[in-house]
């Protein structure tokens, strides 16, 4: 009769065991809706789970459950911090300076025009013509980095004075170009840097009054806190055809644009 109730218990705790559970379990550096699809990855498929702020919960066996706590405690890290900076310098870098770094860009539309300004961060006299732009963000998120450029538009206009004489007037509007990246960073274990790069180049045509787009995709690594060379500036080319005789004509020198990414803590 003994054996029969301890078999009777053992079979009640063993069901009461099995039988699915809900459980609340609570992050400390991640939105819930950014780990929610990992989880979900590992899970079977009769099993619910939720995001709800910075709770994921769940219905499911116990040892379901103690496997699911044990993967969020690997992906509940804190978020970390890049600052990007950007140079753009007539002087190309030497050896010492620069990294062993691979990059594949590819040009989509026109040739980027040769107008690219950056925003000056800090020079050291009036010669120097190096100019930077810095900028924080998360690791593995766009990190928007804005430059433009204001090109001034002249315009005249002729006015009849009653007494009939005639009058020019003259005014300049200026002409706001949008440049800028989308850099996506992530550090490697090696201590080396990915950088998925998105800019977006404005170029004001003159000849038609349009602004023409232009866009770059690319894709630089290296070692951290290292400039890498992102690319760089030619000035655009104007081709005029006389007869059978062509003009070229260059307005500046070439330029080169390089980035270098670091942690921030």
């Known amino acids: 009769m003994k054996t029969l109730l301890l078999f009777i218990t053992l079979l009640i705790s063993s069901i009461s065991i099995a039988e699915p559970q809900i459980e609340t379990i609570q992050l400390n550096h991640r939105l819930a809706i950014e ?14 789970a939720r995001a709800f702020n910075n709770f994921i919960i769940l219905k499911a066996e116990a040892n379901v459950i103690k496997d699911i ?4 405690n690997k992906l509940d890290t804190p978020l970390q911090r890049l600052k990007v900076s950007v140079l753009r310098t007539d002087t190309q870098l030497s050896k010492q ?23 000056r961060w800090s020079t050291k006299d009036t010669k120097n013509k190096d100019q930077y732009y810095q900028a924080q963000g998360v690791a593995g998120s766009p990190i928007l980095i804005l430059m433009g450029q204001a090109i001034p538009q002249k315009e005249q206009y002729l006015a009849i004075l009653p007494r009939g004489g005639i009058a020019i007037q003259s005014s300049t509007r200026y002409i706001n170009i949008d440049n800028g990246f989308q850099a996506v960073g992530r550090i490697l274990p090696n201590h080396h840097i990915s950088i998925d790069i998105h800019p977006s180049f404005g170029h004001f045509s003159k000849r038609s009054g349009i602004i023409e787009q232009s866009e770059i995709i690319s894709t ?31 307005l500046q020198s070439q330029q080169f644009v390089y980035i270098k990414v670091n942690a921030v803590n």
Request: no cysteine; proline share 6%.
């Open 35 to 48: 780990l929610l699809p990992e989880v979900q990855a590992f899970l079977p498929s009769n099993v619910p």
């Open 69 to 72: 706590k044990r993967l969020i």
């Open 97 to 119: 300076q620069l990294s062993q770094s691979s990059a594949d860009i590819s040009i989509n539309g026109d040739d980027v025009s040769g107008s690219l300004v950056i925003k």
């Open 220 to 250: 630089i690594s290296g070692p951290v806190d290292t400039w890498l060379e992102l690319g760089q500036i030619n000035n655009s080319k104007n081709t005029e055809k006389q007869g059978s005789t062509r003009y070229h004509t260059h």
